[in-house]
C-alpha cells in the first residue's frame, strides 16, 4: 500500500472495531552530495516513510509505528496502538477533532528543486568549495562541502473526519573550512537554507567559510570577567533553540520550565519581542498545519518585555484552557510533542557595526548546546569564538573561553538587536533566528 | 531476513555499472520507549522498524542508498538507482557471497519485548516514589524505559555474509528539585545488554535517590568559579573527557581528510606517559560492544594510546581505502538510513596506581568534576567542552562545598598531555554518540584523573 492507503486503511479498520484513532503517514526524498578537492566522494539518495498510528480512548492515547505498510502490520500496529492506551493514566484534553482547515502558506513545495539536474548541484559545490580554498594559502583544507535536497510528504488523518495533506521542498549547502598557521588550527562553517535554489550562492558562502576560519587564526584567550557581549545572529539562534522548552506548554504543565507560572509578567526587557510564526511564506519552518493538523498561525510569545503565551499541542492547550496554538510537531516514530515553528527576535533598526560600540567581546560561533545549556533551569556555560572589540572594532580573536549566564536574565539584559537577521540550522520542524544581539554584563570564562 | 538468492540478485545489480565493491545493511527492528511523568503513565510507543542501506564504491567515492521497503523490486530499484551514478568501466567477476555467520557478541537472558507494560510502569512508580522521599525539594520525576531489539545483516561483494541480533535495554530517572526560585535536574541511567532478568536485578530505588540528591545538591550550590584550575575528574562517565578530547579525532573520518588534531601522529607521543586509552568492541556485554561492526567485519579490542604514544586510528572500510591504515572493525551506524564510518565503541583510560585522596590532596586550588554530562568536540582543531553534572570545589587540599553549572573547555591535544595522575578505580558508563553516521550506543570509562590545567567556564569569579 501506498501511505496514505496504508493510512486510510487503519482509520477504516479503527472504525470497524469502534476505536477513535488518528494516522499520521510521512515520507522522504532526499539527496546528498559531499565534494572533496573538486570531486565528489559521497552521494546519497533515500526514500523512506513510515505510518504512526494513535488510538485515543478516554483521555489516553496509545502510539505505534510501523514502516512495513502491508496489511498486515498496519494491522498489528493499529492493535499495539489500542493495547498501549489501555495502559496509561486517562489526561484531560487528549482527544482527536476536526479542525478548520488550513489557510495556503506559498512557496513551500518547491517543485523547481526536484526537477533541476543533479549535475548542476554537484556544480555548485565544487564551486563552493574551490572558493573557500581561493580565500587564501591558510586555508588548508575544506573537510566538508555539501548540498542536500528533501522532500517531505506529510498525510494526517483521523476518525473524527480530519485529512490533510502537505508537501514540503528544500535546499541546502554547507560547508566548513579550515584554516592553519603553525600548530594552530580553527574551522569555520556556513550553510543556507533555500526554498529556491537560486536563493544558494555558493561562492559566496565558501568565501566566507574560508574568511571566517583564516579570521579567527592567531586566537587569545579574554581575561575571565563580565562582559558585554554581541552575539552573531547564529550564535543567537542556538540559544533560541537551546531554551525553546521554556515556552513549550508541555514543560510548563510538567514543572520543567522556569516560565511555569508567569504569563503576563515582565520576562525581558523592555524591547523584547519573541514571536513565533508558521505562516510566514517559503520560511524555513513555515508550514499551513501541523502534526494534529491544527491551523498554523502567528503567536506573539513576549511582547515589550511580557511574556504573553507558551506553545502547545491540541491536549496541553485544552488542559491550560487556551486556544490550541498549532505546535504539534512529530515523525511517526512519537506521539506529537510540542515545538516551535519560525522562532525569532526581530530585527532592530541597528547595523552590527553599530552594535560594536557598546560590546567588549563579538562571539561568532557558539557550541555545546546539548550538554552545557539546562532548559529547566535557563543556565548555560558555552564554548565560544569571537573577537575582542575596541573602539567598536574587531580586535583580535579569540578562542578557550565561555560565555555563561541565564536564558532569563539575559532576555532582561538585552540591549539591542541588529538588523542582520537570519535563520540558524533548521530541523526537526523548527528554525531560529535573529540578528545580531548585544547582551550586557554576561560572565565570561577565559584565562586567569 | 533476506535470502542469499535476493542478495545475490541486489548485489550483481549494485555493481552493474563498474562499481568496485557493493554492500547491503539489512535490519528488522522493534523499539519500545515509556514515560512516566507527573506521577502518570503519560506516553508510550511501540515500533516496528525495517528497512535497507545500499552502499557503493567507485575507487574512494561512496554512493549511498537507502529505503523502508524490503521487498524484492524495491531492493532491485534501490540498486539500480544507486548504481546508475557509475559508468559501465569494468566490471566486477568471479565474487561470492560467503556462507552466513551468526554473530553472538552478547547472549539475552529474556529478551526486553517479553516484559508486560506493567512491570514497566511498577518501576517507573517504585523510582517516582524513591526519587520524592528523599527531600521535599524534589518538585518533579520523570521516568524512562526504552528498549530495542535489533536483528542486522550485511552481505559485501567480497563475500561478507554475516547476521547478529543485537537487545538494548534502558532506563533513566531525571529529578528535579526546586529550591526558591532555582531549578536543578539529576539524572541517572541503568542498562542492560544482557535482557530482562540481568535488568530486573539492578536497584531502581538506588538510581532514583541518586538522581534525586544530586537535583537538590545542586539546586543549593552555588555557581561553579571561572578560569584556568587544576580539575580532577571522576570516574566511569569522566571518560566522556577522553572521548571528546582525543578520540573522535582518531577517527578515520576525519584522518582521512586531514582534518584531525592528531593526524599524522602515529608512534608519536601524543599524551602524558600515564595515559593509555583503548577502544574495544569486544568488551563484555557493554553497550558498544557488537561481534560484527555495522560493515560486517569482526570487532576487536583497540589500543589506540599506550603510554602517551599513538598506537592506532580507529578504521572503517572506506577510512582504510583512503588511509591505507588497517581497519580496526570500527564501522558503524545508528541504522539502515545511515552510510557507516568509523565510530568509537567502548573507550576507556586504562587503570593507573595514584590514590584519588592523593589528587585531592595535591591541589590548592581547584575542581572536583565528579559526574561528568555530555560534550562535543571539533575533530579537525581539537576544541572540546563538556558539562559538570557534579562539581566540589577543591581548597588546599581538601573538599569545599559543591558548586553547579561549570563546563569544561580546551583542545584535546593539550589536554591529554596535562594528565599528571591516574587512578586505579577504572569504571565504565553507557552512552550514545552522534556523529554524521548518527547516533551509535558506546561506552565511555576512566579511573579518577588529575589534569594539572583546564578552563572551567562558570559564572562566579574564582
Known amino acids: ?448 | 531476513m533476506l535470502d542469499k538468492g535476493l542478495l545475490d540478485a541486489v548485489l550483481d545489480r549494485a555493481l552493474s555499472r563498474g562499481a568496485d565493491f557493493a554492500e547491503i545493511f539489512a535490519e528488522d527492528s522493534r523499539e519500545f520507549s515509556f514515560n512516566y511523568v507527573d506521577r502518570a503513565a503519560k506516553r508510550m510507543v511501540r515500533g516496528h522498524d525495517r528497512g535497507a542501506g545500499l552502499r557503493l564504491f567507485y575507487g574512494t567515492r561512496q554512493v549511498f542508498a537507502h529505503a523502508s521497503d524490503l521487498s524484492r523490486e524495491s531492493l532491485l530499484a534501490l540498486a539500480e538507482g544507486a548504481a546508475a551514478s557509475g559508468s559501465a568501466r569494468r566490471l566486477l567477476t568471479g565474487r561470492k557471497l560467503g556462507r552466513l555467520s551468526v554473530g553472538g557478541a552478547i547472549a539475552v537472558d529474556v529478551p526486553p519485548g517479553s516484559a508486560e507494560a506493567g512491570e514497566h510502569l511498577d518501576f517507573a512508580r517504585r523510582a517516582d516514589a524513591a526519587a520524592r522521599g528523599v527531600d521535599p525539594a524534589v518538585a518533579q520525576v520523570t521516568v524512562s524505559v526504552s528498549w530495542i531489539e535489533k536483528d542486522v545483516l550485511v552481505a559485501a561483494s567480497d563475500g561478507t555474509h554475516c547476521r547478529e541480533s543485537r537487545s538494548y535495554l534502558m532506563s533513566s530517572v531525571e529529578a528535579i528539585a526546586a529550591e526558591g526560585a532555582e531549578r536543578q535536574s539529576g539524572r541517572k541511567v541503568l542498562s542492560s545488554r544482557t535482557g530482562l532478568a540481568d535488568f530486573r536485578k539492578l536497584s531502581v530505588e538506588e538510581a532514583a535517590r541518586g538522581a534525586a540528591e544530586l537535583a537538590v545538591r545542586m539546586a543549593r550550590a552555588p555557581h561553579a568559579p571561572a578560569g584556568r584550575m587544576p580539575v580532577i575528574i571522576g570516574n566511569d562517565f569522566g571518560g566522556v573527557i577522553f572521548h571528546e578530547a582525543c578520540g573522535h579525532s582518531l577517527e578515520t573520518t576525519s584522518v582521512a581528510k586531514g582534518a584531525s588534531a592528531f593526524g599524522g601522529k602515529l608512534g608519536r607521543q601524543v599524551a602524558a606517559e600515564c595515559l593509555t586509552a583503548i577502544d574495544d568492541g569486544t568488551a563484555r556485554d557493554k553497550w558498544g560492544t557488537t561481534a560484527f561492526d555495522d560493515e560486517g567485519r569482526p570487532t576487536e579490542r583497540t589500543v589506540v594510546i599506550e603510554r602517551g604514544v599513538l598506537k592506532s586510528y580507529l578504521v572503517d572500510r572506506l577510512g582504510a581505502l583512503k588511509t591505507g591504515y588497517k581497519p580496526t572493525g570500527s564501522g558503524r551506524r545508528q541504522s539502515y538510513r545511515f552510510a557507516p564510518t568509523s565510530r568509537m565503541r567502548n573507550t576507556y583510560i586504562a587503570a593507573g596506581k595514584d590514590r584519588v585522596e592523593d589528587m585531592i590532596s595535591s591541589v590548592d586550588s581547584g575542581l572536583y568534576a565528579r559526574k561528568m554530562g555530555g560534550g562535543s568536540v571539533n575533530p579537525a582543531t581539537g576544541e572540546f567542552n563538556f558539562a559538570v553534572l557534579e562539581g566540589y570545589l577543591i581548597r588546599k587540599g581538601k573538599l569545599a562545598g559543591a558548586v553547579r553549572g561549570a563546563s569544561l573547555i580546551g583542545f584535546g591535544p593539550e589536554i591529554i598531555k596535562r594528565v599528571t595522575m591516574v587512578g586505579p578505580d577504572l569504571a565504565m558508563d553507557t552512552g550514545s554518540c552522534g556523529s554524521i553516521s548518527g547516533w551509535v550506543p558506546t561506552t565511555v570509562g576512566q579511573p579518577t584523573i588529575k589534569v594539572s590545567e583546564i578552563t572551567v567556564g562558570g559564572r562566579s569569579a574564582s
Open chain 1, 1 to 448: 500500500m501506498t501511505g496514505r492507503e496504508a493510512a486510510r486503511f487503519a482509520l477504516d479498520a479503527a472504525g470497524r472495531k469502534g476505536l477513535s484513532a488518528e494516522a499520521f503517514y510521512s515520507s522522504s526524498s532526499e539527496i546528498e552530495v559531499r565534494c572533496f578537492r573538486g570531486e565528489v566522494e559521497h552521494f546519497e539518495r533515500a526514500d523512506a516513510g513510515g505510518l504512526g498510528l494513535r488510538v485515543v480512548a478516554d483521555g489516553r492515547a496509545g502510539c505505534a509505528y510501523t514502516e512495513d505498510l502491508s496489511r498486515e502490520s498496519v494491522e498489528e500496529t493499529l492493535a499495539a496502538a489500542a493495547e498501549i492506551a489501555g495502559h496509561l493514566e486517562p489526561q484531560k484534553g487528549v482527544e482527536l477533532s476536526d479542525w478548520p482547515a488550513a489557510a495556503e502558506v506559498p512557496g513551500l513545495e518547491c517543485p523547481e528543486i526536484a526537477g533541476c539536474p543533479v549535475e548542476k548541484k554537484i556544480d555548485m559545490v565544487c564551486r563552493m568549495e574551490a572558493a573557500a580554498r581561493t580565500v587564501g594559502v591558510e586555508v588548508a583544507n575544506v573537510p566538508w562541502a555539501g548540498y542536500g535536497e528533501t522532500v517531505v510528504d506529510v498525510f494526517v488523518a483521523n476518525t473524527a473526519g480530519l485529512e490533510r495533506g502537505k508537501r514540503l521542498g528544500s535546499a541546502q549547502l554547507f560547508v566548513q573550512a579550515l584554516a592553519a598557521r603553525g600548530q594552530e588550527a580553527k574551522t569555520f562553517s556556513e550553510h543556507c537554507f533555500a526554498r529556491r535554489l537560486s536563493e544558494l550562492d555558493p561562492k559566496k558562502l565558501g568565501r566566507a567559510a574560508g574568511e571566517g576560519a583564516v579570521g579567527l587564526l592567531g586566537a587569545a584567550e579574554p581575561a575571565s570577567g563580565r562582559r558585554n557581549v554581541l552575539f552573531s545572529p547564529r550564535s543567537f539562534a542556538g540559544l533560541l533553540a537551546a531554551f525553546s522548552p521554556v515556552f513549550s506548554g508541555r514543560s510548563a504543565e510538567e514543572g520543567r520550565s522556569p516560565l511555569a507560572g508567569r504569563l503576563g509578567r515582565k520576562v525581558g526587557a523592555e524591547g523584547v519581542f519573541l514571536s513565533d510564526d508558521a505562516t510566514l511564506p517559503a520560511n524555513p519552518a513555515s508550514r499551513p498545519f501541523d502534526a494534529e493538523g491544527v491551523p498554523a498561525r502567528r503567536l506573539p510569545v513576549i511582547e515589550g518585555g511580557v511574556f504573553r503565551a507558551f506553545m502547545h499541542t491540541s491536549d496541553t492547550a485544552r488542559r491550560a484552557g487556551v486556544e490550541p496554538t498549532g505546535h504539534a510537531v512529530r515523525s511517526y516514530k512519537a506521539g506529537p510533542s510540542v515545538a516551535p515553528s519560525n522562532f525569532f527576535l526581530p530585527a532592530g533598526g541597528d547595523s552590527p557595526g553599530k552594535l560594536r560600540a557598546g560590546a567588549d567581546i563579538e562571539i561568532v560561533d557558539l557550541t555545546g548546546f546539548h550538554s552545557a545549556a539546562q532548559p529547566v533551569s535557563g543556565d548555560f556555560s558555552l564554548p565560544a569564538l569571537g573577537y575582542a572589540l575596541r573602539n567598536g572594532q574587531r580586535a583580535e580573536p579569540l578562542h578557550n573561553f565561555t560565555v555563561a549566564g541565564n536564558f532569563l536574565e539575559m532576555l532582561g539584559a538585552i540591549r539591542a538587536a541588529g538588523s542582520d537577521f537570519e535563520y540558524g540550522i533548521p530541523g526537526m520542524g523548527s528554525a531560529f533566528g535573529s540578528g545580531s544581539v548585544l547582551v550586557g554584563g554576561l560572565s565570561v570564562a577565559g584565562k586567569g
